[in-house]
């Protein structure tokens, strides 16, 4: 079977003209990039290749809602990118896309709406930028200092921010203003042997949600 | 599931097989011409020696007894073997039923579309083999046109039911076992080679019942030109019981598979 066989044969099972699957077919070939493998046979293709073919199937039916489970799990990052450059593009054609993923990046990029779920219940709802407002703060510093135990400087930090959270290997400090914090650290003595501010991302909330320990 | 939508399902198979007819057209070819060079031509010369062994085969040489058996015997295998590792397939190696059943169609579509497609693959195979009968000069009548649909015939009775089982296992090992330990032993015991008449008279019950033994006498009797109507009724009615059972089965074991 090659690529397009793939395309031509599934919009049969949904009772398409010939034609009309076959206009489908070239057009979704172009969309997911795939048009000069179309009479390529399917098994040698890369895994980005097959997602995206597989994702190109399931639109020739063209669904208003598509579910997707980790779309983009296991492929490079180039692979990545394209796929979703590709499912913004249907989110803006007015598809309804359902999808499933570990990557909270992927998560903040496509996502309107964002459920946290935690041994399957539903830990918060929301809008990715809402959660972050609501379950973190706008920046985290991070301190790492020359100790074996990050745990101890919680509680001398315990003032600065507006939560600590001590890791083996590095402490957290959550607060509005991460320079700000970085000040008040070294101004009480305290010298890191790196620090690093950056911006809450979900990453930050679903850890903070569902907790560091391991699932299973 | 109308049959239309059936037919949908079946356009898979018979799409995907534009890739293979050549290759599948010379392994039909030859099949058949090697067994008849080998048993028709080869054994056959020393069977033919024996006026009383001649006699026991209907008083016809033995390519002429062998030659229709062995056409519902391939039906058997080619159909058995088409009902276990493609449906294995579509279950679990390229899952081709899940993305059907991600569609429109629905289980008995599933279910029907590759028997359809199987009982297509027996009915070409056996018309090739008919040919290659004609070609060995083991055609006695012109009824043995009839033996190809008798022999697709035999093959569903098979296909049906080795499907609906497949559809219940989780790997191929027991469809190795399926086909060693029952369709191989059915292949050598059920008159093909010889009449059950020669095997002990307390296994003959058991050759009566397997499907191949009605297929076998069916096609037979068809090539021979002696076929009673009243038998030959009472061996399609049992093989279409055998694959009306099996398609019961198998509608039970794909919706079990199948089910979300």
Redesign the interface.
């Known amino acids: 079977?090659t690529v397009l066989?793939n395309l031509?044969?599934?919009g049969?099972?949904?009772?398409l003209p010939r034609k009309v699957i076959r206009q489908r077919a070239e057009r979704l070939l172009e969309f997911a990039q795939l048009a000069d493998r179309a009479n390529d046979k399917v098994d040698p293709l890369s895994g980005g290749l097959r997602r995206r073919l597989t994702i190109a199937r399931s639109l020739i039916?063209e669904p208003e809602l598509l579910l997707l489970d980790e779309p983009t799990t296991g492929l490079d990052p180039q692979a990545r990118h394209l796929l979703w450059d590709r499912l913004y593009r249907l989110k803006q054609q007015g598809v309804t896309l359902v999808l499933t993923t570990h990557y909270m990046d992927e998560a903040e990029q496509l996502c309107d709406r964002l459920v946290i779920m935690d041994e399957g219940r539903i830990a918060a709802e929301g809008s990715p930028r809402d959660l972050i407002a609501r379950y973190s703060t706008r920046e985290v510093l991070e301190l790492r200092f020359n100790t074996d135990d990050h745990g101890a400087l919680v509680e001398k930090l315990a003032a600065v921010g507006e939560r600590i959270e001590g890791l083996p290997d590095r402490v957290l400090v959550y607060t509005a203003h991460g320079e700000r914090a970085l000040e008040q650290v070294e101004s009480m003595g305290l010298v890191p042997l790196a620090s690093l501010v950056r911006r809450s991302t979900l990453e930050d909330v679903f850890l903070r949600l569902t907790g560091r320990s391991l699932a299973d | 599931m109308t049959v239309?939508?059936t037919l949908?399902?079946y356009?898979?198979w018979s799409?995907?097989y534009r890739?293979i007819w050549r290759a599948s057209i010379a392994s039909g070819f030859l099949n058949p011409a090697l067994f008849l060079a080998a048993m028709g031509l080869g054994l056959g010369s020393l069977v033919n020696r024996h006026g009383a062994s001649v006699g026991r085969l209907g008083g016809v040489s033995y390519l002429v007894f062998l030659a229709p058996g062995l056409m519902a015997a391939s039906a058997m295998q080619m159909a058995s073997l088409e009902a276990m590792f493609p449906v294995m397939g579509g279950f679990k190696w390229i899952r081709t039923y899940h993305?059907?059943q991600a569609?429109?169609?629905e289980v008995p579509d599933i279910l029907y579309g590759h028997l359809l497609w199987m009982a297509t693959r027996v009915s070409f195979v056996s018309t090739i083999f008919l040919g290659v009968m004609a070609a060995f000069g083991a055609v006695h009548s012109p009824e043995v046109v009839l033996a190809v649909p008798a022999a697709a015939l035999t093959g569903m009775a098979f296909a049906a039911p080795v499907a609906a089982f497949t559809a219940t296992r989780e790997s191929d090992q027991p469809l190795i076992g399926l086909f060693r330990f029952v369709v191989i032993p059915m292949f050598l015991f059920s008159g093909t080679f010889f009449p059950i008449s020669q095997l002990p008279a307390a296994v003959r019950p058991l050759a009566w019942v397997t499907p191949l033994w009605h297929g076998v006498s069916l096609c037979r009797a068809l090539s021979l030109g002696n076929a009673s109507v009243l038998a030959s009724f009472g061996h399609v009615a049992y093989l279409l019981g055998v694959t009306v059972m099996g398609l019961a089965l198998g509608r039970r074991s794909y919706a079990r598979r199948l089910a979300p």
């Open positions: 079977m066989d031509l044969v599934y049969r099972y949904f009772d039916s | 239309h939508s949908r399902a356009g898979y799409h995907q890739r993305a059907m569609s429109p169609l």
